[in-house]
């Protein structure tokens, strides 16, 4: 075997909050030779691309951050309790130029494939401008959902207006006055996005084919005396949000919902409407994600808000869920999104009941056997999640074997770190790890500091070649799925079963451990403490 020196210690693709952070640990904690590529023209990742109207994160914006650069959470101020994105897009600018982190990220680059080469124990990454450099280590940092999902519909080129999705909306922003609109799509991205694009657009059409239970975000200024004790609170914060289930600071309630009283759950589900936020979905009785029973006294607490809040009837049943159970689909936050349907501007055309979209038209869109006419089409129709971005780089692990033959029944992965098969790869948020169950950079700090750390271990130790074994791979195949079987998360035909785009292989995609990222850290920890258990080294 030979060693031969690679171009980098390491190659980071993508430079989203996970590829700033890795490029940060490996060149400044562990001194490397490290070279990010970036497919944007700056920083950013998710943040870059999804411009939509309305978009912002769903998590606090206090969480929602760095937490090693203990002075900037100091100093940087939130201008409201969700960051939107242009906000979080300036915060990442600002963390790449204090940390000097964009000298060593390559812009404009996509990674269009990569070999393993087995005899140097290092990869050929490929560049879309024609280059090849070699790398000891590959890491992905390429988001979770950044691979766009648009539907084949048929006829899309025959259409003689715009469209756009929203993953990858124009830098110049859409001026949507006095347009005719469709929005595709029912999601956490449509739930932001149609409220404001009903503020602006002449007449908006919404064509659903799931309805979704939304909770209100109650964004909005943040009162600056919880602003101040958090700030003196931080390391306490880092703390609980490192240990928590979900990266935030939300607790289910230790009971069950089916031993309260009708009066005692109405008043905690009241109390976390009013919170807003997540509460509802993460800081609910302990059994909902659990009984069928318990959750559909959850649920219909919330159909009763719709009923309430949608003035007509009929678009109220429209819009109330049917078929799976509350929280087994992503929670979008709203602002107005049920009050939107009752503008006289808005239309909601639902798959179940009016028909569902046959195609696009040179005019519009053909649904139910009736023409609609626009001169916008978004699709809100979200992404090949989590395995779509790495099945998009073209990697060759090793004997030229690609993702698509080592996943054809849906992902396999050691820890959602690493793949067998795949040796020096190791994937950020990757499928199988808690990751978009979590406020995501909490799940990207414990990826990069395991990596990082582990990088360092292989350094030390002269090691240049690690690979998850087949076993330890499949065992943890096995736990994944074991235990979302217990859960109601099956029923549900979301993304995170795979099940939004046709023909993907039906698995769940994310890892629901018993005690959430934070169990899954000390899970991980562990595995190192043990010399990197369950991989090979040499
Ligand atoms: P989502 O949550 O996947 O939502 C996409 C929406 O588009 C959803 O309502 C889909 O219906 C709908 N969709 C997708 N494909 C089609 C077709 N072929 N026909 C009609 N409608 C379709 O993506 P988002 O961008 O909203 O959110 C993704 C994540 O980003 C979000 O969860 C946050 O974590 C951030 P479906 O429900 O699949 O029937």
Redesign the pocket.
Request: proline share 5%.
């Given at each position: 075997m030979t060693t031969t020196s690679p171009d980098f210690d390491a190659v980071v693709i993508g430079a989203g909050f996970s590829g700033l952070h890795m490029l940060k640990l490996l060149r400044d904690k562990l001194g490397l030779r490290v070279r990010a590529y970036e497919e944007g023209n700056t920083v950013g990742g998710t943040w870059y691309w999804n411009r939509y109207p309305g978009a912002r994160c769903d998590s606090d914006s206090y969480i929602y951050c760095f937490t090693w650069d203990k002075q900037l959470l100091q100093e940087w101020e939130w201008s409201e309790r969700y960051p939107e994105q242009p906000e979080i897009l300036r915060y990442l600018e600002h963390v790449a130029d204090r940390h000097d982190l964009k000298r060593d990220i390559q812009f404009n680059t996509r990674v269009t494939g990569a070999e393993f080469d087995e005899e140097d124990n290092l990869w050929r990454v490929h560049l879309s401008g024609g280059e090849t450099v070699t790398a000891r280590h590959l890491i992905t940092a390429v988001g979770t959902?950044s691979a766009t999902?648009l539907?084949p519909f048929k006829g899309v080129e025959r259409f003689k207006g715009r469209w756009y999705h929203?993953s990858r909306f124009p830098q110049t922003g859409v001026d949507f006055t006095a347009k005719r609109v469709a929005v595709?799509?029912?999601?956490?991205?449509?739930v932001q996005a149609i409220p404001e694009i009903a503020q602006q657009a002449k007449h908006v059409t919404v064509?659903q084919?799931?309805a979704n239970y939304c909770v209100p975000a109650r964004n909005g200024k943040v009162d600056p005396e919880l602003v101040k004790a958090r700030k003196a609170d931080y390391d306490g914060i880092v703390k609980r949000i490192r240990e928590s289930f979900f990266g935030q600071e939300h607790y289910f309630i230790p009971k069950s919902v089916l031993e309260t009283t009708p009066e005692e759950r109405e008043r905690e589900f009241d109390r976390m409407w009013d919170a807003g936020g997540f509460a509802f979905w993460l800081a609910n009785y302990q059994d909902m994600f659990f009984s069928q029973e318990a959750n559909d006294l959850i649920a219909d607490y919330l159909k009763r808000k719709i009923r309430n809040t949608v003035k007509d009837p009929v678009v109220a049943e429209k819009l109330i869920p049917k078929g799976h159970p509350y929280g087994t689909k992503?929670q979008p936050l709203d602002t107005n999104y049920y009050e939107t349907f009752n503008k006289d501007n808005v239309l909601l055309v639902d798959a179940a009941t009016d028909g569902g979209?046959e195609e696009i038209t040179e005019k519009g869109i053909r649904a139910g056997g009736k023409d609609y006419e626009f001169d916008i089409i978004v699709f809100?129709?979200?992404?090949d999640a989590m395995t779509g971005p790495l099945k998009a780089l073209n990697l060759k692990g090793r004997g030229g074997r690609t993702l698509d033959e080592v996943w054809a029944d849906g992902p396999h992965t050691y820890l959602g770190l690493s793949i067998a098969g795949f040796p020096n790869l190791f994937t950020i948020t990757g499928p199988q790890s808690p990751s978009?169950l979590t406020n995501m950079p909490v799940a990207i700090e414990q990826h990069v500091e395991w990596i990082s750390d582990c990088i360092d271990h292989l350094r030390n130790s002269g090691s240049t070649r690690i690979e998850a074994t087949p076993d330890a791979q499949e065992q943890w195949v096995a736990h994944v799925n074991e235990i979302v079987s217990m859960t109601l998360m099956p029923k549900a035909?979301s993304?995170y079963m795979s099940a939004?785009i046709a023909g993907k292989p039906r698995a769940f995609l994310p890892y629901l451990g018993p005690e959430g990222v934070g169990g899954y850290r000390k899970k991980c920890d562990e595995i190192a403490a043990k010399g990197y258990e369950g991989f090979t080294l040499a």
């Amino acid at each position: 075997m030979t060693t031969t020196s690679p171009d980098f210690d390491a190659v980071v693709i993508g430079a989203g909050f996970s590829g700033l952070h890795m490029l940060k640990l490996l060149r400044d904690k562990l001194g490397l030779r490290v070279r990010a590529y970036e497919e944007g023209n700056t920083v950013g990742g998710t943040w870059y691309w999804n411009r939509y109207p309305g978009a912002r994160c769903d998590s606090d914006s206090y969480i929602y951050c760095f937490t090693w650069d203990k002075q900037l959470l100091q100093e940087w101020e939130w201008s409201e309790r969700y960051p939107e994105q242009p906000e979080i897009l300036r915060y990442l600018e600002h963390v790449a130029d204090r940390h000097d982190l964009k000298r060593d990220i390559q812009f404009n680059t996509r990674v269009t494939g990569a070999e393993f080469d087995e005899e140097d124990n290092l990869w050929r990454v490929h560049l879309s401008g024609g280059e090849t450099v070699t790398a000891r280590h590959l890491i992905t940092a390429v988001g979770t959902l950044s691979a766009t999902n648009l539907p084949p519909f048929k006829g899309v080129e025959r259409f003689k207006g715009r469209w756009y999705h929203t993953s990858r909306f124009p830098q110049t922003g859409v001026d949507f006055t006095a347009k005719r609109v469709a929005v595709i799509g029912t999601g956490a991205t449509a739930v932001q996005a149609i409220p404001e694009i009903a503020q602006q657009a002449k007449h908006v059409t919404v064509f659903q084919r799931t309805a979704n239970y939304c909770v209100p975000a109650r964004n909005g200024k943040v009162d600056p005396e919880l602003v101040k004790a958090r700030k003196a609170d931080y390391d306490g914060i880092v703390k609980r949000i490192r240990e928590s289930f979900f990266g935030q600071e939300h607790y289910f309630i230790p009971k069950s919902v089916l031993e309260t009283t009708p009066e005692e759950r109405e008043r905690e589900f009241d109390r976390m409407w009013d919170a807003g936020g997540f509460a509802f979905w993460l800081a609910n009785y302990q059994d909902m994600f659990f009984s069928q029973e318990a959750n559909d006294l959850i649920a219909d607490y919330l159909k009763r808000k719709i009923r309430n809040t949608v003035k007509d009837p009929v678009v109220a049943e429209k819009l109330i869920p049917k078929g799976h159970p509350y929280g087994t689909k992503r929670q979008p936050l709203d602002t107005n999104y049920y009050e939107t349907f009752n503008k006289d501007n808005v239309l909601l055309v639902d798959a179940a009941t009016d028909g569902g979209i046959e195609e696009i038209t040179e005019k519009g869109i053909r649904a139910g056997g009736k023409d609609y006419e626009f001169d916008i089409i978004v699709f809100a129709t979200g992404f090949d999640a989590m395995t779509g971005p790495l099945k998009a780089l073209n990697l060759k692990g090793r004997g030229g074997r690609t993702l698509d033959e080592v996943w054809a029944d849906g992902p396999h992965t050691y820890l959602g770190l690493s793949i067998a098969g795949f040796p020096n790869l190791f994937t950020i948020t990757g499928p199988q790890s808690p990751s978009v169950l979590t406020n995501m950079p909490v799940a990207i700090e414990q990826h990069v500091e395991w990596i990082s750390d582990c990088i360092d271990h292989l350094r030390n130790s002269g090691s240049t070649r690690i690979e998850a074994t087949p076993d330890a791979q499949e065992q943890w195949v096995a736990h994944v799925n074991e235990i979302v079987s217990m859960t109601l998360m099956p029923k549900a035909n979301s993304w995170y079963m795979s099940a939004n785009i046709a023909g993907k292989p039906r698995a769940f995609l994310p890892y629901l451990g018993p005690e959430g990222v934070g169990g899954y850290r000390k899970k991980c920890d562990e595995i190192a403490a043990k010399g990197y258990e369950g991989f090979t080294l040499a």
